[in-house]
């Protein structure tokens, strides 16, 4: 069964830090470009972060604006984790983070709620 199972999410400061895991099941991250996803009350699902599959020079790491500089997406295949440390974090980041696949989605998780209080 294909499942994303997300965590590590919290009530925390701003200028505070979380670190998010994602554990893949049912499928080999390796073979996949993942990506981290926010949603806030009222409007959709935005990819924030991705990372392209192993092997690329420069690590095929992507940010929205909105994180660059602030958040750092990795993987470790070995244990089909996908992680998102999130640094001096802001009000603004609140909301429920997922994981997913962005070229081949699949259901999404129960998400990680991230709260940043002012």
């Known amino acids: 069964q294909v499942q994303l199972v997300e965590s590590g999410g919290g009530l925390v400061q701003s200028g505070g830090s979380l670190r998010l895991s994602c554990v893949a099941s049912?499928?080999?991250?390796?073979?996949?470009?993942m990506g981290w996803y926010r949603q806030v009350p009222g409007k959709g699902r935005e990819l924030i972060a991705s990372?392209?599959?192993?092997?690329?020079?420069?690590?095929?790491?992507h940010y929205a604006d909105s994180v660059k500089r602030r958040f750092t997406i990795s993987r470790d295949d070995d244990k089909n984790t996908l992680f998102l440390q999130m640094n001096r974090l802001k009000p603004d980041d609140t909301g429920v983070y997922y994981c997913?696949?962005?070229?081949?989605?699949?259901?999404w998780g129960q998400g990680t709620q991230v709260t940043v209080s002012s």
């Open positions: 990372i392209d599959r192993p092997g690329r020079p420069d690590g095929g790491a």
């Open positions: 997913n696949r962005p070229n081949s989605f699949i259901g």
């Open positions: 049912g499928f080999t991250s390796v073979s996949y470009t």
